[in-house]
């Protein structure tokens, strides 16, 4: 491995540019506090080590390769090969596995950053990760070798997922469904414009929502085990809301026993929130599956009641759970982005049941009463409302410490919760109004943020 010189090497943009050693506090480094200047934040080592062990080791390469073959004067000039193609040796799996735990790793406990020792024995989980971890690589450092190395890594995750299918023990384990979880992420990641912007993931995330039909959940399981089935529900909510699918029955029975277990007590409120949604989004399908009104007529009396239980919800929630969005204040709690996320659900919620509202209305009246007209008003505002409060805290979904921490998020899971959360408001709101207003958050970056920028817009055509 790579000897780091200097330390200061992964400090801020700001302090490598002025050849200053970065003492590399957080949410922003000394020097830059002193001087005034936005921190944009710290390098990851993996990066660091990536980058200047292929430019190193390229660099002996091409030295040795000028010493002992000569050049043809008749010769074609080679394509540019990747550092990858050239130096097998290289640990690129390892380097990979190190890349999604700190990164994409959703079972990490919370606030911790997890790094496992690479197993010395084979897991079916492996290909799935290594999959994720050389992909993002591949488009973070726009290596096409990468990409295909990732490729051939998902190849093997699929194969190995297949199999494990069709077997009831595999079928019973979280890993089966973590794996194919991660198929997901990787589809997002790689997602080219061959193919329609969200049918990977969603193809994968409807295959994980059938695993975990056979997922057994242990008395007294763990709570960073409920917190990741949690994350993995919700998203498997709102895969359904984009395809204009009922979110299953069992899904939310899972949950609501994970939650009566030893560990998802201190989760229960999380459980509570999810029924909600998921009532919702099969609100919303139901709206438009249906040609008989006093259907229509009911399914305005269960948004409004719905839209009550998510009231009273609001009342049950823990007190150090802050909404940093209304409050402009960190929440008093390790991780924060993922608390982030239950808030922009919670807005979410807000806007389904009141689009439910409006969407019935319109089907029910070609002209409205005072009261009626009232109501459609009140539903138009609370939309209009929350929606603009789910895009304040795309900051905070991104990772920052906080809604004013403007340094420069990577390409983490946080993108993919992200991207389903901007897709699924898609699906209720005019697209080119998502657009819009992400491109509005996203210009506080600044340039170091283009790559994972277009990556997610280009997830929204």
């Known amino acids: 491995m790579m000897r780091i010189r200097n330390p200061g090497r992964l400090g801020c943009k700001n302090c490598r540019t002025r050849r200053i050693k970065c003492n590399e506090l957080r949410p922003r480094c000394s020097q830059c506090a002193r001087a005034g200047l936005t921190c944009s934040g710290y390098r990851n080592p993996v990066d660091l080590i990536f980058r200047d062990q292929t430019s190193c080791i390229t660099r002996k390469y091409h030295t040795a390769e000028s010493k002992v073959i000569p050049q043809s ?46 197993p010395s024995q084979p897991s079916p989980v492996i290909p799935s990760v290594a999959a994720v971890g050389l992909a993002a690589l591949a488009v973070v450092h726009s290596d096409p070798h990468l990409m295909q190395l990732a490729r051939q890594k998902y190849s093997s995750a699929l194969r190995i997922l297949v199999r494990a299918i069709s077997h009831p023990d595999e079928l019973r384990q979280g890993r089966t469904a973590l794996s194919s979880f991660n198929l997901s992420m990787f589809e997002m990641i790689v997602y ?39 994350q993995i529900a919700y998203t498997a909510a709102l895969a359904c809301l984009i395809s204009g699918l009922h979110v299953p029955r069992y899904l939310v029975e899972l949950l609501q026993y994970g939650g009566n277990t030893k560990g998802g007590e201190l989760l229960l409120p999380l459980t509570d929130l999810f029924t909600i949604l998921c009532k919702l989004v099969n ?31 609001i009342t049950s929630i823990p007190v150090w759970w802050i909404d940093p969005i209304r409050t402009g204040q960190a929440p008093r709690i390790d991780d924060e982005c993922w608390i982030m996320r239950v808030w922009v659900y919670y807005r979410l919620c807000r806007i389904l049941a009141h689009k439910a509202i409006l969407d019935n209305m319109d089907i029910l009246y070609s002209s409205r009463s005072i009261s009626q007209q009232h109501q459609y008003e009140e539903s138009l505002t609370v939309v209009s ?31 993919f919760f992200l991207i ?6 898609g699906s209720l709101t005019a697209k080119k109004k998502v657009v819009e207003n992400w491109s509005q958050s996203a210009r506080a970056y600044g340039k170091d943020f283009e790559v994972v920028q277009n990556l997610i817009l280009s997830r929204l055509n």
Not at 205 to 229: F, K, N, Y
């Open 73 to 118: 004067r008749h010769s074609q000039p080679s394509r540019p090969s990747s550092p990858t193609a050239i130096i097998p040796r290289l640990p690129l799996e390892e380097i990979a596995w190190w890349y999604y735990f700190e990164n994409f790793n959703i079972m990490r406990p919370s606030g911790a950053s997890v790094h496992r020792p690479y």
């Open 192 to 230: 080219d414009n061959f193919h329609p912007a969200s049918h990977g993931w969603l193809r994968h995330m409807h295959g994980t929502t059938a695993l975990l039909r056979s997922l057994e959940l242990t008395e007294g399981a763990p709570t960073v085990e409920i917190r990741t089935l949690l």
């Open 283 to 313: 609100l919303h399908r139901a709206t438009f599956c249906t040609n008989d009104t006093v259907r229509n007529h009911q399914f305005i009396n269960t948004a409004l009641n719905t839209y009550q239980d998510l009231e009273s919800w």
């Open 385 to 415: 409302q929350a929606s603009q409060e789910l895009y304040t805290g795309v900051p905070a979904l991104l990772g920052a410490s906080h809604i004013a921490n403007r340094s420069t998020p990577g390409l983490t899971s946080n993108v």
């Open 420 to 425: 389903t959360v901007l897709q699924a408001m």
